[in-house]
């Protein structure tokens, strides 16, 4: 049973487009994340949800929105894609409880802007 | 705000050699510490993690880390490296928030 599963694995489209991209888990967790992997590898944390409420929010263009229907759920939608937006990106969760919990990732989504 | 340096891009040893993958971090408060290892095409799999009191830590695959609060490291170590540990290293740290803060990551390159 995968336990924090993301779609589409792939996604490639044009400029000015709209995607989204869908994230859930099911191991019971109350907070998921959103990275993203630029092409150096690197990798900075974009938005933290904590049972529905939104509790980080990086200087992140607001093309992106997240949305949390349910704790189990945590998408992540982007208007008007650019060139720039071509990254990987991964979710994550955790029980927020105690700072020591590890996060737990999908197999990412590579978006590819055209 | 906390912080991570990875400063080598990329280690090589010779399988069978130990291996070293260095970290550095700034924290403001209690460091939360952990390595994170990403095979190609792959998500991030969790190796260990530092608990309070216990310098070395055993994790996952045969790897330890071991922490040195003087010198703010938390340096990952393996005995015996393998072929099929090659791959992408992470460190990372959090404070007492909700930020889990990754280094650039360090390519481990273990020849035959």
């Known amino acids: 049973d995968t336990a924090v599963s993301q779609t589409p694995k792939y996604l490639v489209t044009q400029m000015g487009n709209d995607k989204s991209i869908k994230c859930e888990q099911n191991?019971?967790?109350?907070?998921m994340y959103w990275y993203k992997q630029d092409s150096k590898k690197f990798l900075k944390i974009m938005f933290s949800?904590?049972?529905?409420?939104?509790?980080i929010n990086e200087t992140v263009p607001n093309r992106f929105s997240p949305k949390s229907p349910d704790k189990a759920h945590l998408n992540l939608h982007i208007n008007s894609l650019e060139l720039g937006d071509s990254a990987v990106y991964f979710c994550a969760s955790r029980n927020r409880g105690r700072a020591n919990e590890k996060l737990f990732f999908g197999s990412g989504t590579q978006l590819s802007v055209l | 705000a906390q912080s991570v340096a990875q400063p080598e891009d990329q280690v090589n040893v010779a399988e069978g050699n130990p291996l070293t993958v260095k970290c550095t971090y700034s924290v403001s408060g209690n460091p939360y510490l952990f390595w994170y290892v990403q095979y190609p095409n792959r998500g991030l799999q969790f190796l260990l993690k530092y608990i309070t009191g216990d310098n070395l830590v055993k994790g996952s695959y045969g790897f330890e880390a071991e922490f040195n609060k003087s010198q703010t490291s938390f340096h990952l170590k393996k005995p015996s490296a393998l072929v099929s540990d090659s791959a992408l290293y992470f460190c990372a740290v959090r404070d007492e928030g909700d930020k889990l803060v990754f280094g650039a990551g360090t390519i481990l390159r273990v020849k035959s």
């Open positions: 191991l019971g967790h109350d907070t």
């Open positions: 949800y904590n049972n529905k409420e939104l509790i």
